[in-house]
């Protein structure tokens, strides 16, 4: 057995026995020889074993490694060669000596030991492909390789992702240095392959990648999660036969078993990025100021108030509750010249009817019990800027009146005032109702109507904007998540078939406060339909297309009854057909309550 005899000044000798095909020297502890000298490289030099010659090689560039007093990179040694490894001197020697201490071989817990920085390095914020490189670097000097290859798999294809050289330098066209045979073996067999000699296995040496690439050494072990094929580990060595043994088997198994966990990880983190950057690209593509859609519908939205958001004109905001009319007014205000000035919202369906002209108007001191001082009302806070009337068919008919006549001459009173003030106010209104409607049945002032419905936005439903329900869900998510430091990074593709399938009678209200609740109380990091109380019953029923029809029907007769102030011979002559009809779907109607 040759050794390697280190002659430290002024101490004693150590004889190392070199026994392994490739024996690491260097300043690091998990060298086969480490020899703790300030000029040394952590992993100075290799002294390989080829099966006839002993070769000491230059790992790092920076270290110098000296043969019989002459600077060498690469020479073969003979008996009685005196090395110089930095400082250091030792002897080598064909011929079995003393041995001290015998050379370290690798070990499981070496192994770990790298695992563990490498899951330290997870915990940083370093770039997923440093993180897989430095992955690389361990598996080749754990296996005492001279070049390692990190190989993704991918949807019916292998992408070699990380290549690397002892010398921990990236290996140019690293596809095309792997044994395709070898590597498609691992694959369909799930399980690690030693190959000691290629050029003579029986299997593999007439394999064109080995013949072509002249392979000597080969290891590959897969990296398999829950039996999924994450990739592979495949490291080598083109000038060394019989290098690996099946104890490195063992090791790169116990290795590849803990790193595809640690590269699961770094995947998922590598999604997550993509997936984040992917979602901020595609809000951005649908995003209108505060608001996102690419619905039909929403792009007629947006349409409307570009043209409208520059005038002092009146614009009337409709739609279901939840569909986000503020919003849709502040916008009108950020891209109007009143965009520095206030903008003040007033709920008219919130405020007590007592007390909505005081809120509206401002009173002074006196006018009222309670009255002790002056109070300014929100005409008087919104000058030079934007009123936004929320719910205003909840306005009580007499306020109307004074509504009317402060928006025609742009003067208001306060409640208990003398002095009008003369205000520059821009009003925004917005209803869930259908104010024609209410005109009709005398609850709100025709004159009023015509003066807030100048420009009519109408804000679809939920149920009618398709994919955005998908965005807008994708949006509330990244944001909650990060707000409650929720888990929560997706949805399965379950959830997002249910909640395409839901009506969301609250429209984005309601999916706002579903997705809250789900990031708050979800165990898992993909959001299910169950997290979001969408369970098969939530959707509404399938009908047969008659069942669907006739309930259209009866649901249409009555809308028009209704605007027809109940006058069923005038909704039969607008419907064009006989009263009789109207009668039936009358008596349809009642007949739930018949039946109770």
């Known amino acids: 057995m040759a050794t390697l005899k280190l002659l430290p000044r002024g101490g004693k000798a150590q004889h190392f026995a070199i026994w392994k095909n490739i024996t690491s020297i260097g300043a690091a502890r998990e060298n086969d020889i480490a020899i703790p000298d300030a000029r040394l490289a952590d992993h100075h030099a290799q002294v390989v074993?080829?099966?006839?010659?002993?070769?000491?090689?230059?790992?790092?560039?920076?270290?110098?490694?000296?043969?019989?007093?002459?600077?060498?990179?690469?020479?073969?040694?003979?008996?009685?060669?005196?090395?110089?490894?930095?400082?250091?001197?030792a002897e080598f020697s064909v011929f079995s000596e003393t041995i001290a201490e015998p050379a370290a071989s690798g070990s499981e817990g070496a192994v770990l030991q790298k695992l563990l920085r490498f899951a330290d390095k997870l915990q940083g914020d370093h770039p997923v492909q440093e993180l897989l490189e430095s992955l690389m670097d361990a598996t080749i000097e754990v296996t005492s390789a001279d070049k390692g290859f990190l190989v993704l798999a991918g949807q019916g294809s292998l992408e070699v992702r990380v290549a690397r050289n002892v010398r921990r330098e990236n290996i140019e066209d690293g596809l095309h240095q792997l044994s395709d045979s070898i590597l498609r073996h691992v694959v369909e067999k799930r399980e690690a392959k030693i190959v000691s000699d290629a050029l003579k296995d029986a299997v593999f040496s007439t394999a064109e990648s080995v013949i072509h690439l002249q392979l000597c050494s080969v290891m590959c072990a897969p990296l398999l999660d829950r039996g999924e094929l994450l990739g592979l580990l495949y490291v080598g060595n083109d000038r060394v036969v019989n290098l690996?043994?099946?104890?490195?088997?063992?090791?790169?198994?116990?290795?590849?078993?803990?790193?595809?966990?640690?590269?699961?990880?770094?995947?998922?983190?590598?999604?997550?990025?993509?997936?984040?950057?992917?979602?901020?690209?595609?809000?951005?593509?649908v995003r209108f100021g505060e608001l996102l859609g690419a619905s039909p519908a929403m792009l007629e939205v947006f349409r409307r108030v570009q043209k409208v958001a520059g005038t002092s004109i009146g614009v009337l905001v409709t739609g279901e509750t939840g569909t986000g009319k503020e919003l849709i007014a502040r916008e009108l205000h950020?891209?109007?010249q009143r965009q520095k000035e206030p903008f003040v919202t007033v709920n008219c369906g919130a405020i007590p009817e007592n007390l909505i002209e005081s809120e509206l108007f401002g009173h002074v001191k006196g006018a009222f019990t309670g009255a002790v001082t002056n109070h300014e009302g929100k005409f008087q806070v919104a000058d030079g800027g934007t009123l936004f009337l929320d719910e205003i068919g909840e306005l009580p008919t007499n306020l109307q009146v004074k509504l009317l006549r402060a928006l025609q001459d742009k003067v208001v009173m306060k409640v208990g005032g003398t002095k009008p003030e003369t205000l520059d106010i821009r009003v925004v209104a917005a209803t869930n109702k259908d104010l024609e409607d209410e005109v009709k049945a005398g609850r709100f002032r025709e004159d009023l109507f015509y003066r807030l419905n100048v420009v009519n936005i109408l804000l679809p439903p939920l149920r009618e904007r398709g994919e955005d329900i998908i965005v807008l869900a994708k949006f509330l998510l990244a944001k909650y998540a990060a707000e409650y430091k929720s888990k929560a990074r997706g949805f399965t593709p379950n959830a997002l078939i249910a909640m395409k399938k839901y009506d969301w009678p609250g429209n984005v209200r309601q999916l706002e406060n579903r997705i809250k609740k789900a990031v708050v109380m979800c165990e898992q990091t993909m959001v299910g339909p169950e997290d979001l109380d969408l369970y098969p019953d939530a959707a509404p029923p399938i009908l047969p297309l008659a069942e669907a029809k006739e309930d259209f029907q009866r649901r249409y007769v009555l809308q028009v009854l209704e605007r027809n102030n109940g006058n069923r011979t005038k909704a039969a002559h607008d419907l064009g057909v006989d009263p009789r009809t109207i009668f039936r779907y009358l008596e349809k109607e009642d007949e739930p309550e018949r039946t109770a």
Do not use: M, P
């Open 244 to 285: 690996f043994e099946h104890r490195d088997l063992e090791l790169l198994e116990v290795f590849a078993a803990q790193a595809s966990l640690l590269v699961k990880n770094a995947l998922l983190l590598d999604a997550l990025r993509t997936d984040n950057q992917a979602l901020r690209e595609e809000l951005e593509s």
């Open 334 to 336: 950020r891209r109007s």
């Open 49 to 89: 074993f080829d099966g006839r010659d002993f070769n000491v090689i230059e790992v790092d560039r920076s270290g110098e490694i000296a043969v019989n007093g002459k600077r060498k990179r690469r020479a073969r040694l003979q008996h009685k060669d005196r090395l110089t490894l930095g400082e250091a001197e």
